[in-house]
């Protein structure tokens, strides 16, 4: 054997494929079915209700253009003819401050920078006096066009008011119509002969003019004087009735009563008793004994 031969059936074996089957139609016809079966899918998805789909898309988006394009016309329409933007301002001027001036020296500060004052309106105030500008429109630093008045607030001062008289009202009737009127109410106490709680004295005076707001003082009784009864038992007569009368209270009755002994000539009794709360000018009434024939010469 040569060893060509050899070699050339080695070369020959290798190229043989020992577990390869010959094709046959069956497999043939096998491998070519999942290709027909894709071929129908997409048959299928290319039919009617594919391209009903598709226009039901495409009206959609037709639709939405549609809407978005007439409300872009619309509102050019509006901005443009119906509600144009105004034109663009001419010359702005700042505005200096004119509060605290008066009406004649408000309008030429103005006047200096280039804007005039407009109509001017006036209210009460209780501390600026009238005649001075209170506010302004537009505020002070602002901008304003020359042809745009500026509106000014002017005071007219405090209101002024006359003082109710409210003399012998009792205290809360007088607070009443003080407060009602505007005024600011502060009470005092005095003793006095008028009866307890009735307003005695008013300051300021009654139908004094003053401006408002402004605190009247009420000066309203507690009623007379009260003192206490003293004892004035054991006491002879006149010294008890010196002692009465230092104390505001007036004797009234004295009554002279039988004594023997020492009791002559002094109080016995008294009216009303010790201690008892009695105003200036009560009255008293005391029992002495009587001075025998002995005793008066």
Do not use: C
Not at 174 to 200: I, K, N
Not at 254 to 280: K, S
Request: proline share 9%; aromatic share 4%; net charge negative.
């Amino acid at each position: 054997m040569k060893l060509g031969d050899s070699l050339g059936r080695n070369r020959k074996r290798r190229k043989r494929k020992p577990n390869s089957a010959p094709v046959t139609p069956a497999s043939s016809e096998r491998d070519s079915a999942p290709s027909d079966s894709a071929a129908r899918h997409r048959a299928t998805a290319g039919g009617p209700g594919s391209v009903s789909r598709m226009s039901g898309r495409t009206l959609l988006a037709g639709l939405a253009i549609v809407v978005i394009g007439g409300w872009f016309a619309g509102y050019a329409l509006a901005t443009q003819v119906f509600f144009p933007a105004p034109p663009p301002p001419g010359d702005l001027y700042e505005v200096p401050d004119v509060r605290g001036l008066g009406l004649a020296s408000a309008e030429e500060r103005l006047a200096g920078a280039g804007l005039e004052i407009g109509a001017a309106d006036s209210i009460t105030h209780p501390s600026v006096a009238a005649g001075l500008v209170l506010g302004q429109s537009p505020l002070p630093g602002q901008v304003s066009r020359p042809d745009t008045p500026v509106q000014v607030t002017v005071s007219m001062g405090p209101q002024m008011r006359s003082v109710p008289d409210v003399l012998r009202l009792d205290e809360a009737r007088a607070r009443l119509v003080l407060e009602t009127s505007g005024f600011v109410v502060d009470v005092d106490t005095l003793e006095a002969e008028e009866p307890r709680g009735q307003v005695v004295e008013v300051s300021p005076p009654p139908d004094s003019v003053v401006a408002l707001p402004a605190e009247v003082t009420l000066v309203v009784s507690v009623g007379p004087p009260v003192v206490y009864m003293p004892l004035v038992l054991g006491l002879e007569q006149l010294e008890a009735e010196t002692l009465l009368d230092s104390l505001g209270l007036d004797v009234t009755d004295v009554e002279e009563v039988f004594r023997f002994g020492r009791d002559q000539g002094i109080v016995v009794e008294q009216e009303p008793a010790a201690d008892t709360e009695l105003q200036r000018g009560s009255g008293v009434r005391l029992k002495v004994g009587r001075r025998g024939a002995g005793g008066e010469q």
